[in-house]
């Protein structure tokens, strides 16, 4: 199988490189004569000479053997070597069948972890011929299509969920990924000149590698984003709008994407670096990227990592709790249980910081959308409800806010005390309204009698309903049948 790897590439190397780098030393000399140890290095090239000129692309580098070891040639060599071996790594072999090309396999590991040693341990300053080596191999290893989800298209079930789908070629993937991040971080890499090859086409590229299914993959690609985005301030302002698209490819048309979690840590600590005043970009990713990805039904894989970002977008800015609530409100959702305690909890979260001017700006929609989770039939969503009123910030605003708020929350808390199933939110409902009281027990007696007067109100148009139903079923009785004609008597109304 060596054999016949080795034979489809060429026996000798091109004077011509991918990149039209200038070689320290003399181009036409020897490796032998470019060594200090000539002996050393002549028994060690009698070993892998064969076998080195057979893998080596033709396009790549000539004059350095790349599978000599940094250590053997002289330091003004070594970045030389160093692109050597990286053209050496440009070739891509298929991991389906682990037996197939398994001689080549190794022999090119063995080269990464040599490339990620160099690269850690104070290399020198990377030339322009070396960023682009390191770009090429990097582009050719990770860069590529993904598999497709197989278990989206056949319905599979939230189980599969939890068993993603691992690249078989990872043993040499996380090497390079290894390198890559050692690359961008070293001191030796200036991102000014660096910049012309780590470019808007090569982060484009890492982005559409968060698709990836593996975890350890899109681990990897949100450490080395998020040092790209460190390193290169010009990028910053397009790795924001890109990541910006592809929350409204995944709000607005698929709900279907892998690295929201990781692209939303990203931003978390992104956020935190924004300069005051924010930005009227920055509000707007806010409002039209944030806010709208409380809507997928897979909130639950991101939710942690959202909320962090909105806390931090207010904490910014507190005058942006307000707009964030109305955006909750916006996409409350009120046939999913699980989401409703979610929302709720991020809820509390804002009210905890939120000042006095801005909840009032809210506080009515928000307390009429409270008062429908307190007589929610789910009991966590009824319970998570009532826990607002065990929160102290939470109950200062709503005190000073209580003729607003009580009429509003009233009815729920009576409806509750009369005819709801669970125990634990029955009790939870009566602490309440015994708070109520404790804060106002004049307020609290008038909405009791304003809540009976609406119920007596109720009574009497069922009752005159009830009677005009009667009328018409009785006129109607007296009238020659013609064609049979469903009615309804009894009308549906939304209220929550």
Known sequence: MLKQFLSRLPRKSSKSDFIDAPRSGSEHGSPLQRTASGNVVSSRLNAVKRTSSAVFPSTVVAGIEPLLAFKDVPSSERLSLFISKLSLCCVVFDFSDPS?????????????????????????????????????????????????????????SENDEDEPM????????????????????SSSLESKVAKKYINHSFILSLLDLFDSEDPRERECLKT?????????????????????????????????HNGIAELLEIFGSVISGFALPLKEEHKIFLWRALIPLHKPKSLGVYF???????????????????????GLLKYWPVTNSQKEVMFLGELEEILEGINMGEFQKIMVPLFWRIGC????????????????????????????????????????????????????VLNLTLNVSKMFTEMDDVLFMACHAHFKEEQAKLSLLEEKRKETWVQLENAASHQPINTAVLVTPLATSITC
């Open 373 to 424: 989770c307190i007589n929610s039939y789910h009991f966590q969503v009824a319970e998570r409800s009532l826990f607002f009123w065990n929160n102290d910030q939470i109950v200062n605003l709503i005190a000073h806010n209580r003729r607003v708020i009580l009429p509003i929350i009233f009815p729920a808390l009576q409806k509750n005390a009369q005819s709801h199933w669970s125990p634990s």
């Open 224 to 256: 080395i984003l998020h040092r790209i985005y460190g390193k290169f301030m010009v990028h910053r302002p397009f790795i924001r709008k890109s990541i910006s698209n592809i929350f409204y490819h995944f709000i607005f048309e698929t709900e279907r």
């Open 304 to 326: 942690q990592q959202l909320s962090f970002c909105i806390a931090q977008f207010i904490e910014k800015d507190p005058k942006l709790a307000s707009t964030v609530i109305r």
């Open 166 to 185: 691992f690249d078989p070629a990872w043993s040499h993937l996380q090497i390079v990924y290894e390198i890559l991040l050692k690359f961008v971080i």
């Open 100 to 156: 197939k090309n398994a001689t080549e396999k190794d022999l090119k590991r063995i080269t990464l972890i040599e490339l990620l040693d160099f690269v850690a341990t104070d290399p020198p300053r990377f030339t322009e011929p070396a960023i682009l080596a390191m770009c090429k191999m990097c582009a050719n290893n990770l860069f590529r299509a993904l598999p497709p989800n197989y278990r989206s298209k056949a319905g599979g």
